[in-house]
Structures are given as C-alpha cells and as structure tokens.
C-alpha cells in the first residue's frame, strides 16, 4: 500500500531546532518528487518546497528559502524538513505530500498525503 | 509567483444542489497545471482533479473541472453530504508551486 506516515506532534521553544520526518512506503522512492505544505491553525495550504530524492535536486518557496532545508535519506525512504531556530511563527500542522513521476520534473500535483505532524513553538 | 484567487469565500448550499467553485490565477497557469484538492476538517488534503479537468482515482464524476489560461472552474454536479468541505486550488506550472485560499462549501 502506498503511504507517507510522519512523524509525531512536536512542542519546542523559540531558538530550538527541530527535524521531522516522512516515511514513504509501497513504491519506488527515488522515482517521484517530495513536497513539503504548511496548514496554520485555521489557514490554508502553503507549499514549503519539494525533493527529488533522485538526485536531491530540492526547491524552495521564496517564503520559506533559507529558513528551513529539506533533505531525504534514501536507504530509509524518509524525507525530513528541518529548522535551525524556530519562531512561534512556526507553529503549524505540516504535511508531507507525493509528487509526480521524476521524469515529468519538478511541475507536481500533490497524492497521496501524509498524515501531517503538528509544530507548536511556544515558551 | 503565481497568485490564485478563489471565489466564493464560503458556498452555503442544500444536498443535491450543483457547486460552482472558481479559482482565477494572477498569470497564465502553464499547460493548465491546475489541481483542485478537497480538505475536511481534521484531514489531509484529497486530490481531486489535476491538469484542469483529470479527475485523480477514486474522484465521483460528480466533480468536474474545466478552464485553462486563468480561469479555472470546479463543478460539483449534486451535492452529496460528503462533499461539504474546503476546496482548494493549486498551480504547479510554475515554481513555487501556490494554493489557491480555499473556498468552503457548506450546509445551508
């Protein structure tokens, strides 16, 4: 069956870091992009960026560019997005979403979706 | 970078009405790289349809997009009560790849 399982609720202070991770399963993972979308409470979507794991050719939203990196781990079929120093600002559910096929490039709809890991960044 | 707008805010509708959900872009979406997403509350986000009117597997053909350049139209035939929920449009013709600020469709 093919599925992105994420991993679990996260609660840190301002200035932490934090890395969170998406588990593909149920197809080859190095042939289809990655992407990760921010929800903030009671928000809409936002993508964040996307990975081919590939070839680690990996995007950024302007938005999102240097404030966090996104990165895959091929012998475990995991793709994660991490930050250096979060900001309260941060707090948001974010999901981690399949691409399409590699050899249609980076242009991607999003299926299937994880379940989502909830960021909450308070002191 | 591509803005999506959507109209209505919220669709107040009874089962069994047709929906007529917009979504217009700020510049022409390349090769009508336009996805239309479905969200419930305490949900992932479902696709629904991709390349403008593709409906993804397992889509009711209730669900119908159409459009191309930038405007773009989700069609919900006949409500069913499963169908009221947050839609979302999204354009992946150019990067970064946006989200359209949802439209809700709800009971009346």
């Known amino acids: 069956e093919l599925q992105l399982v994420q991993s679990g609720a996260e609660v840190r202070k301002p200035g932490e870091s934090l890395k969170i991770s998406c588990k593909a399963s149920?197809?080859?993972?190095?042939?289809?992009?990655i992407a990760w979308v921010r929800q903030m409470p009671g928000k809409g979507l936002e993508w964040v960026g996307i990975i081919s794991p590939r070839d680690s050719d990996t995007r950024y939203s302007p938005s999102f560019q240097g404030q966090v990196t996104i990165s895959a781990d091929n012998s475990i079929t995991t793709t994660y997005l991490q930050w250096s120093s979060l900001q309260a600002s941060d707090t948001a559910m974010y999901f981690c979403?399949?691409?399409?096929?590699?050899?249609?490039?980076?242009?991607?709809?999003?299926?299937?979706w994880g379940q989502g890991t909830l960021v909450i960044v308070s002191s | 970078e591509i803005v999506l707008t959507q109209s209505p805010d919220t669709l107040s509708l009874f089962p069994g009405e047709r929906a007529t959900l917009s979504c217009r872009a700020s510049?022409?979406?390349?090769?009508?790289?336009l996805a239309w997403y479905q969200q419930k509350p305490g949900q992932t986000p479902r696709l629904l349809i991709s390349a403008a009117s593709t409906r993804a597997a397992g889509t009711p053909d209730r669900f119908t997009g159409s459009g191309s350049g930038t405007d773009f139209t989700l069609t919900i035939s006949r409500l069913e009560s499963e169908d009221f929920a947050v839609y979302y449009c999204q354009q992946y013709g150019s990067s970064p790849f946006t989200f359209g600020p949802g439209t809700t469709v709800d009971i009346k």
């Open positions: 979403a399949r691409g399409r096929y590699y050899t249609y490039g980076v242009y991607s709809w999003f299926d299937p």
């Open positions: 149920g197809y080859t993972f190095t042939n289809y992009w």
């Open positions: 510049q022409t979406v390349s090769k009508s790289y």
